[in-house]
């Protein structure tokens, strides 16, 4: 149980393009969803919190206007990087928590993206 | 500010042997704890959670909890290469009614075969 599920594993843009990261509970409800960046050799850090049927709660410095984040069922969130740039590349992974109010978080098996 | 300190190690122990990791945190209305594990290139992996004083053991994996020190560690016995990794203590963070988790920055241990 307790399976998340990213889409795409892999991803390589042109700078200026948007690219958008699909994140599911496979198995469970996860009413909220949470999204990292880490870059190499880095810990995770969290750019910001999904609640379903909410607007997303975004880390100080993390631009809402550039990572846009959807959380439209209790399954699927989506986290959108418009206009990618170079600086933007990194492995994103999103992990959700169960609906039945554990604090457990489970995470995604991550999203490289290289911006050119 | 809220944080979550761990060692930086790196760590490394024989095949075998104990691996002892150890985390503090500052924020004192903590009441979850949580051990990841992250291979390179990979996203975390939960091992173990704990709420309450004391220890609990899962396989090879102790945790323990100590929160009038505001102290959590992971114990690993008989360490197998496999274990090697990075490991992250996570705190959850009660804010506003959205709890987050803390990570701190992860300890890599090595097992050597």
């Known amino acids: 149980g307790a399976v998340v599920s990213q889409h795409p594993s892999r991803v390589i843009c042109k700078s200026g393009t948007s690219v958008k990261i699909e994140c599911r509970s496979l198995?469970?409800?996860?009413?909220?969803m949470f999204w990292y960046r880490q870059f190499p050799k880095q810990s995770l850090m969290l750019m910001a919190t999904?609640?379903?049927?909410?607007?997303?709660?975004?880390e100080q410095g993390v631009e809402k206007d550039k990572f846009l984040i959807n959380h439209a069922s209790l399954t699927l969130s989506t986290l959108t990087v418009t206009s990618a740039h170079p600086e933007d590349s990194s492995f994103y992974i999103c992990s959700a928590r169960s609906s039945l109010g554990q604090e457990t978080q489970y995470f995604g098996p991550g999203t490289r993206l290289l911006v050119l | 500010q809220k944080e979550v300190e761990q060692n930086s190690g790196p760590l490394s122990v024989p095949e075998g042997a104990i691996a002892s990791l150890n985390c503090t945190y500052s924020d004192r209305g903590s009441q979850s704890f949580f051990w990841y594990r992250q291979y390179s290139g990979k996203s975390p992996e939960l091992i173990m959670f704990?709420?309450?004083?004391g220890d609990k053991e899962d396989g090879r994996f102790t945790a323990q909890l100590n929160k009038a020190s505001q102290y959590v560690s992971l114990l690993i016995r008989d360490s197998q290469p496999s274990d090697s990794a990075t490991y992250l203590c996570a705190v959850n963070a009660p804010q506003g009614g959205s709890e987050k988790l803390v990570f701190g920055k992860g300890m890599k241990l090595t097992v050597n075969p």
């Open positions: 198995d469970f409800q996860a009413t909220t």
């Open positions: 704990i709420y309450s004083n």
């Open positions: 999904s609640n379903e049927g909410s607007k997303a709660t975004y």
